[in-house]
C-alpha cells in the first residue's frame, strides 16, 4: 500500500515536471516569435512612416507651387513651376504606392495625382508653343491649388491618429482604416476638382490602357519573394516581408526588405511574370570613387541580370554623389525611347540602390519599323544650320504620350551647348527640340 502511494506520488511529480518544461519551453518559443513579430512591425511601421512624410512633403511643395503659379505672369518662370509640380506629383504617386489599397478614397487620390501632374505638362507644351494661358487654364490652376491643399490638410491629419500609439504599419497598411477615414470626404463629394481635357495619359479612355511589357503567368506573394532574391542579388538580405497588394495601374506586390547593418528597401513587382517596376534602397554616399563609364557598365549588368535584354545608355547625369541613369531598349540599331527603366546607382558602393520602370511596363514590345522616306541627309537638311558637330540616329518618341513617332534624333553643339532635334522619318517636320543645360542638381534635358 505504501508502495502503491509512492510510485502515484513519483509519477505526479513526473508529471508536473514535464509539464513544467513544458510551459517553460512554450514560454521561451512564444516569446521569441513574439520578439521577432515585434521586429517585423517596427520594421514595416518605419517603412510606411517614411513613405507617408516624403508624400507629405510633396503635397506641401506641390500646393506652394500651385499657388505661386497663379501670380505668374513670365512665361519661362511659369514652366519651369509647372515641370516641379509633374516632379512633386511624380514622386507622390510612387510614395503613395507604398500604402496603395482596393478602395475609393485611395483610387481617387492616385488619379487625382496622375492628372494634375499631366495637366502641368500639357500647359507646359502650351507655352512652349508661345501660346499664353487661357482664362479658363488660370481658373482652373486656381482651382487645383484649393483642392491640393485640402488634400495635404487630409493627409497631414493622419500624424493625429500616430498620437495616441497608434503605429504607422496600422494606418497605412493593408486595410488602410485611417487612410480611408481620412480620405471618405474625396467620396461623399465635399472635394471637387476642374475636369481637365487634355492630351496627357490620363485623360478619360486611356487611363486602363494595358501594359504591353508585362507578361508571364501570375504569381502569388510567396513566389514573389523569389523575384525580389533575384533582383537584389548580392545585396546580403536577411528577410522578405511581403507587405500589401497594390491595385494601381500595374497590380503588383509590395515588400519590405531588410539587409544586413539595418538598411531598408522597399521592392515592387508586377504579379503577372514578377517584373521588377519600382525598387527604393536608403543609402548615404560617403566617399565617391565610381567614374561614370563605370556606373554605366553597373547599369548595363543589372539591366541584363534581371531579364532585360538589348538595353541601351542614352542619359547619365551625376547629382549629389549618385548617378542617374536613363536606359532604353534598342531593336535593330533603333533606340526607343518609350520603352524606358531609370536606374539609380552609388558613387561609392556602385550599387543599383533606385529603379524605376513603368514606362518600360506599359510599352514594351517587338516593333515593326516601315522603311523611312527622309534620308539622314535630308533630316540634318531640315534642322538649323549653325548646329556643329551633329550626330543622328534613329529613335523612336512617345507622341501624344499614348502614340509613337519614329524619329532622327540629331544632336549638335552651338555655343558649348548642346541640343538634341528631333525629326519625323516620314515627313521631315521639326517634332521637338531640347537643349541640355547646367543646374546644381546636374545636367537637365529642357
Known amino acids: 500500500m505504501e508502495l502503491t502511494k509512492r510510485r502515484k506520488m513519483t509519477i ?3 508529471v508536473m515536471i514535464t509539464l513544467l518544461v513544458a510551459v517553460i519551453t512554450l514560454s521561451v518559443f ?5 520578439k521577432k513579430d515585434k521586429e517585423k512591425t517596427r520594421d514595416l511601421d518605419a517603412f510606411y512612416q517614411s513613405a507617408y512624410y516624403a508624400l507629405v512633403g510633396n503635397f506641401v511643395d506641390i500646393e506652394n507651387d500651385l499657388a505661386k503659379a497663379r501670380v505668374m505672369t513670365d512665361s519661362k518662370l511659369l514652366r519651369q513651376n509647372l515641370l516641379k509640380i509633374d516632379v512633386n506629383c511624380n514622386l507622390a504617386s510612387q510614395n503613395l504606392q507604398v500604402f496603395y489599397a482596393n478602395n475609393d478614397g485611395m483610387s481617387n487620390l492616385m488619379s487625382y495625382i496622375n492628372q494634375l501632374g ?6 507646359n507644351r502650351e507655352l512652349d508653343k508661345g501660346k499664353s494661358l487661357t482664362t479658363s487654364q488660370m481658373e482652373n490652376l486656381n482651382k487645383l491649388w484649393g483642392v491640393s491643399r485640402e488634400y495635404g490638410k487630409l493627409l497631414n491629419s493622419l500624424q493625429d491618429y500616430a498620437k495616441d500609439g497608434t503605429t504607422f504599419a496600422i494606418m ?23 475636369s481637365l481635357i487634355y492630351d496627357g495619359p490620363f485623360s478619360d479612355g486611356v487611363t486602363n490602357r494595358e501594359a504591353k511589357g508585362v507578361v508571364g503567368e501570375e504569381i502569388t506573394p510567396d513566389q514573389g519573394k523569389g523575384y525580389v532574391e533575384k533582383y537584389l542579388v548580392g545585396y546580403d538580405i536577411e528577410n522578405i516581408e511581403y507587405a500589401q497588394d497594390s491595385v494601381n495601374r500595374i497590380p503588383s506586390y509590395l515588400y519590405a526588405v531588410k539587409l544586413k547593418g539595418g538598411r531598408q528597401c522597399s521592392v515592387q513587382i508586377a504579379k503577372k511574370g514578377g517584373m521588377l517596376l519600382l525598387m527604393d534602397l536608403f543609402h548615404e554616399v560617403v566617399e565617391p570613387t565610381l567614374t561614370m563609364e563605370q556606373c554605366k557598365k553597373v547599369a548595363e549588368q543589372y539591366c541584363e541580370a534581371i531579364g532585360l535584354k538589348n538595353m541601351k545608355a542614352v542619359w547619365i547625369n551625376n547629382n549629389q554623389s549618385n548617378v542617374y541613369i536613363n536606359m532604353c531598349y534598342e531593336q535593330d540599331g533603333i533606340v526607343n525611347y518609350p520603352d524606358m527603366v531609370k536606374l539609380k546607382i552609388s558613387l561609392d558602393t556602385g550599387e543599383v540602390i533606385g529603379y524605376e520602370g513603368l514606362n518600360y511596363a506599359f510599352n514594351h514590345v517587338q516593333r515593326t519599323y516601315e522603311k523611312p522616306t527622309i534620308s539622314e541627309e535630308e533630316a540634318v537638311l531640315n534642322v538649323s544650320a549653325i548646329l556643329e558637330n551633329v550626330e543622328v540616329r534613329l529613335v523612336t518618341i512617345p507622341w501624344n504620350t499614348v502614340t509613337e513617332k519614329l524619329t532622327y534624333e540629331l544632336v549638335g553643339d552651338l555655343d558649348g551647348e548642346k541640343y538634341f532635334v528631333y525629326v519625323d522619318a516620314y515627313t521631315g517636320d521639326e517634332l521637338n527640340v531640347l537643349r541640355m543645360i547646367d543646374s546644381n542638381q546636374g545636367d537637365l534635358l529642357m
Open 30 to 34: 512564444v516569446g521569441i516569435y513574439v
Open 172 to 194: 497605412l497598411g493593408a486595410s488602410n482604416d485611417k487612410f480611408e477615414d481620412i480620405l471618405s470626404s474625396i467620396n461623399n463629394g465635399s472635394i471637387e476638382y476642374p
Open 118 to 123: 499631366d495637366y502641368c505638362v500639357f500647359l
Open 12 to 14: 505526479l511529480a513526473i
